[in-house]
């Protein structure tokens, strides 16, 4: 079945301590991307890649890193977590071409204690 | 910078009836891709429908149609004989045809559908 999957679903953590939330996509799709969620602002993309070792800032990066060392995996890291980086979190991949949608994982809620 | 706005936070439909959402968007661009997303409670984002900025005919998915007017700048969602499952969240967004990985979303809107 064609998914992008996340891990984990749920996450509640304390402030400063590093985690990483795994995105993995099992269609072969070049571009992958990471967006959060908040109320009342719709989805803001964080970071994107389009092609292994290729990763550039979305509209919100502070705070986050990625890496892109395989096509199928781009994880998001928080090195130090702090509390307004609770949110909800999407992964997200498409193919480059035709490139007019997008296929989302099920989301990763954070709590940032 | 590319902008949508959903000016409805909240609409409320009865089962069975029709409603409209609307969304507008900012773009210096003449190619472009428009989406509507729904999410329900479980939150996994489910497209709904996709426009193709160069073609001129709205596009439809079963009860959901859209009214495309490119030189409004406008994208409004139609939802034809409302059931109980389409109550979400409906989500506008823009996406360009250029080389790059980025939806740009509206804020939302909440749809309830009354039995």
């Known amino acids: 079945e064609a998914q992008v999957t996340q891990n984990p679903r749920y996450l509640i953590t304390v402030t400063g301590k590093k985690l990483t939330v795994t995105c993995s996509q099992n269609?072969?799709?070049?571009?992958m991307s990471w967006y959060r969620q908040d109320p009342g602002l719709g989805l803001r993309q964080i970071y994107y890649?389009?092609?292994?070792?290729?990763?550039d800032k979305g509209d919100v990066p502070e705070g986050y890193k990625v890496s892109r060392k395989e096509k199928r995996n781009f994880p998001l890291i928080l090195e130090s977590p702090s509390p307004n980086q609770t949110s909800l979190y999407f992964c997200?991949?498409?193919?480059?071409?035709?490139?007019?949608?997008?296929?989302f994982g099920p989301g990763t809620r954070l709590l940032v204690l | 910078a590319q902008t949508v706005t959903q000016s409805q936070p909240e609409m409320s439909v009865q089962e069975a009836e029709t409603v409209t959402l609307s969304c507008t968007y900012d773009t210096s661009e003449s190619d472009y891709y428009l989406f509507w997303y729904k999410q329900p409670p479980s939150r996994q984002m489910i497209l709904v429908i996709r426009?193709?900025?160069?073609?001129?005919q709205n596009a439809t998915e079963n009860r959901f149609s859209v009214n495309f007017q490119k030189a409004a700048k406008s994208f409004s969602l139609k939802i034809s004989d409302s059931q109980l499952g389409d109550a979400a969240m409906y989500f506008c967004?823009?996406?360009?045809?250029?080389?790059?990985?980025?939806?740009?979303f509206g804020t939302g809107t909440r749809l309830q559908v009354f039995p």
């Open positions: 426009q193709e900025a160069y073609k001129q």
């Open positions: 997200a991949s498409s193919p480059r071409w035709p490139k007019e949608t997008q296929y």
């Open positions: 967004a823009y996406r360009t045809v250029y080389n790059t990985d980025k939806l740009i």
């Open positions: 269609m072969n799709h070049e571009y």
């Open positions: 890649s389009m092609n292994v070792e290729v990763t």
